[in-house]
């Protein structure tokens, strides 16, 4: 079983950066996609960003490109996601995601692992 826990969360104004971070305790990191989603007030879940597992590949949903950006560190068990440039409409929960297959990541369903998300307040 993959324990994802995401940090990182928390208010800040429009034009601002958050880095979230999302760690996990096993050893079976190194070999998993890793992804964020998001889930807005009234919104459903979307894909934000995904990293393979070698970091090789990345993907990003085009409302973040060239604003977020999703990298890991196999030694610390850790995938990070910095967001610059940020919106109001980036106001969402945060959830980490990772699976054995990066296209399971990249279209959503069936992920396997799930964190319990961390909340993003983008005030005007």
């Known amino acids: 079983q993959v324990q994802l826990v995401e940090s990182g969360g928390g208010l800040v104004q429009a034009g601002g950066s958050l880095r979230l971070s999302c760690a996990t305790s096993s050893r079976a990191f190194i070999g998993l996609a890793m992804g964020w989603f998001r889930q807005g007030p009234g919104k459903e879940r979307e894909f934000v960003a995904a990293i393979d597992w070698s970091a090789v590949s990345t993907n990003y949903a085009d409302s973040v490109k060239g604003r977020f950006t999703i990298s890991r560190d196999n030694a610390r068990n850790t995938v990070y996601l910095q967001m610059n440039s940020l919106k109001p409409e980036d106001t969402a929960e945060y959830y980490c995601?990772?699976?054995?297959?990066?296209?399971?990541?990249?279209?959503?369903?069936?992920?396997?692992?799930w964190g319990k998300g961390t909340l993003v307040t983008v005030s005007p």
């Open positions: 995601a990772a699976d054995p297959t990066y296209r399971v990541i990249l279209g959503s369903s069936g992920v396997k692992y």
